[in-house]
């Protein structure tokens, strides 16, 4: 059961066909004026077509790029060359793709203008959604371009577009729309759109850069005459005919399908609290995209949990899609100030059915308690259920590699300043709020944990463990001062 | 008969069996660790790894792109960002692709040090062919790339590869090898290189960018983690495991192939002057790729002559392909010094036979002819065959729009300095060469033509014309002084 298609859905069955179709009639050069040339051009301005028409659009408004990584590459920088006269500060939100982060990144370091780019970041709230206030508040004179997401690609939240093109004025909003291309209406007022056809279940290899009539955009990549001189390089044909007629099946089945998945993300986000014990589910349960539901389990390390689903038939993702590789923790739940722990983010496709989300939410209580079990942990009943209590071997038996030998370091600890001092340092997450949770009631109510991790995830998950377990966070201090030669010490109050 | 392989090869039977395939299999995301993510990523190492074994390098140095294009916009940016320590300069040949040429010119404009970057052109001699010893009087100490192709996309002469990448060094060298990849190997010595999978009966939406262990490179758009950091953006495996299953069966079938389409290209390179008259041959005979041949008429538009090969049933190409739609000469031609007008470009597919070159040399001539008759110009007998006169009707009719008032225009002509002034303003090529071929005999032997032209090609077609006729080009002068009020005069003095 494929529940990942907010990283790349299967290909639509349309979509195969126009490709087969497309590769015998449109396998040309577009810009040769020879038949099969011709024909490949024909082709093309009819996907263009439908494209603009599916998005509302003009036709001579949309580009085809290589992907949605490169439609916002381009869109961002091209509208910030195009729109150097107005400066060069950019508005993002904190939970954008890391596509935009990383331009960001680098448009911090580019000359303009008399220094580099500057950038503000609008924060989010705990649902992940950016408020058009924070937005307007970012704005100023020297703006050049806003950046906002349709919907997020972790949390499904959905972003006030609108109201953020509202308060943003003249000044151009780039709408990545990626996660909702194809499923919902983008609402008006923003002047450039970016978009992946594998999102939708078109082919990998095609992205969408819509930029509005009148607003300035200047290639920020050598150009050439194709794809009016915004994408240089040579057109995929094929790929783009079949991306058009995906998009164009989806939207047509989408209203009734997007009814049918909130209710199986509904029944997702009510149930998994119910089953498991100890889970936070993110994002804005209203405002939220249809398809897609993302929880985070504590104690438990997110790439074991999606290696055991993987093994009961389960293809799922956890954190940030471009990130999953590193040991960073995802920046959106980051940003929302939520546990980034055993997270798991389920998207559903459009051929999802009740029975398989009726299995996934059968064998994921089991699943979760097997990765916990060997914790030893007591843990509290999920809400609105019977007690459940997780027991499992000794604590030290079947524990993550490093565990055991980090054990008996954690016997160095020295209660200073009056506290238990934990040391978790070399210790990856969940690692430092397992041993939190095992070791808290040692110390009477009142008393102090000393947390001392070197890994950034717990800088969230300790927050976030105790807003969980109605423990207090009392903050951070210099591991120094907890007999710690690097990372930070997280002090914890125990008040129950 | 599809004879433009080097604008896009036809799909090889190969790279569609493995497209169809590993859209099966290969659909999922490859950076996922669930089943159908880690197939995908065991599908794209073994295409990554055939790709090296072909190109003879290590798998880690191969990054895929989204074209060919993309991949020269990378390897160069990137290779000079890497390298600015060097310095900010960049050599490359007069006839390499218009991505290069692209690529340098936004070079220029780009801040680097103290100013911005630096570029030197390197020229070529009439076959086409760039100098080891130029580029070495090119390379400077702060150079930080050198660019080559391996062989010209529009007239196939080979380039010294191995002896400019001995003059550069260890100044790093790029080769563009689109137009020879799969076909014939790239001789050692260079630092990065690319290539096209679309050029070898790939799928579109495949580049490569090899860059050598040792070679600096930056990236130059934000970077994420996919490809070794190169090329950002969703991997397309499916059209990867196309692109190198169909490397590998073409680099299979290359060396027979190479030998019977040389073979095919010599019928033609011999024929056609013995064919038509009027007719010059360009690139390398010797030195070239198997099967690309460019040749240009006298008194022919181009696009009028592909118009009527097209309805005879041939798709070939004209000039560069990627400036076909703009009215610039292309480059290529005009950095050799050779006419640019009636150019047709023959690049024959793997499948191309005997009897379809044959078909093109019997219908060809009568083509050519055709398109010449309502010039009404003596043309002298084409070389090696009986003499064929050219007659048509009278001069004025059916000649191109535009034309007949033109000509009414040229009756203004005034004989200013002694000679017959020819305005040929606001007409395109290659009407004043037709103009020039028509009236030239109306001046004694020694007398003076002098050709007001503005279109840019005129710079090219008309000292090629009088190479070609044994007429004298004397040079150009101020259109001023010939009654002009714009362009340029074109002095010819009448020998023969």
Redesign the interface.
């Known amino acids: 059961m ?1 529940f ?1 298609v907010a ?2 859905a ?2 639509h069955p349309v979509a ?1 066909q126009a ?2 179709a497309a ?1 015998d009639e449109g ?3 577009p ?7 011709r024909q490949a051009r024909m082709l093309l301005d009819a996907a263009r077509g439908t494209v603009a028409e599916v998005l509302g659009v003009r036709a001579d408004e949309v580009s085809f790029t ?5 439609a916002l ?1 381009l869109g961002m920088l091209g509208a910030l060359a195009g729109n150097r006269r107005r400066g060069a500060h950019l508005v993002h939100s904190a939970v954008e793709h ?2 935009v982060l ?2 960001a ?2 448009w911090e370091r580019t ?1 303009a203008g008399s220094g580099t780019g500057r950038v503000t970041v609008v924060p989010v709230d705990r649902l992940g959604r950016a408020a058009p206030a924070d937005f307007a508040a970012a704005l100023r004179p020297d703006t050049a371009l806003a950046v906002l997401q349709s919907a997020n690609h972790e949390v499904g939240t959905v972003q006030p577009v609108a109201e953020v093109a509202g308060v943003c004025g003249d000044v151009p909003l780039l709408v990545d729309a990626a996660q909702s291309a194809g499923r919902t209406a983008v609402p008006p007022g923003w002047s450039l759109l970016t978009a ?1 056809a ?1 999102k939708w279940g078109g ?3 095609v ?1 969408v850069l819509v930029v509005r009539k009148g607003v300035r955009y200047a290639s920020p ?5 194709r794809e009016a001189g915004r994408v ?8 783009i005919v079949a991306a058009a007629a995906s998009l164009r099946a989806v939207r047509a089945e989408a209203e009734r399908e997007n009814a049918r998945l909130h209710r199986l993300v509904e029944r997702i986000r009510t149930r998994v609290p119910q089953l498991v014990p100890e889970v936070e589910v993110v994002g804005d349960p209203v405002g939220r995209l249809p398809h897609l539901v993302t929880f985070s389990c504590l104690y438990v390390d997110g ?1 074991v949990l ?2 055991e ?2 093994r009961a038939g ?4 956890s954190g940030s ?6 040991l960073t923790p995802s920046h959106v739940l980051a940003a929302m100030g939520v546990l980034t722990e055993g997270n798991v983010r389920v998207s559903l496709p459009f051929d999802a059915t009740e029975a398989q989300v009726e299995r996934f939410l059968a064998v994921l209580p089991g699943i979760v308690a097997g990765v916990r079990a060997p914790l030893g942990l007591d843990l509290p009943a999920p809400a609105g259920s019977a007690p459940v209590t997780v027991r499992g071997t000794a604590p030290d038996a079947g524990e993550p590699d490093g565990e055991a030998a980090g054990d008996e370091a954690a016997g160095d600890e020295t209660p200073v300043l009056d506290a238990l001092v934990l040391d978790a340092l070399g210790k990856r997450c969940p690692l430092p709020v397992i041993e939190l949770a095992r070791r808290i009631g040692e110390v009477p109510a009142g008393g102090t944990v000393a947390v001392l991790a070197d890994d950034e995830a717990a800088r969230l998950d300790i927050p976030a463990w105790c807003g969980m377990r109605g423990q207090e966070y009392l903050g951070e201090a210099p591991a120094a001062g907890y007999g710690g030669d690097r990372g930070v010490a997280y002090l914890v109050r125990r008040t129950a």
């Open positions: 494929y990942d990283s790349t299967p290909l195969r490709l087969t590769l396998w040309a050069d810009a040769r004026l020879y038949r099969s040339g290589a992907s949605g990584t490169q590459h890391s596509a990383h331009t990144e680098q000359p992946s594998h082919p990998a290899g992205g990549l050598p150009a050439d005459e240089p390089g040579y057109v995929n044909v094929p790929a790439e999606l290696a689903l993987d389960f293809a799922v993702s899609s471009c990130t999953s590789s590193t």
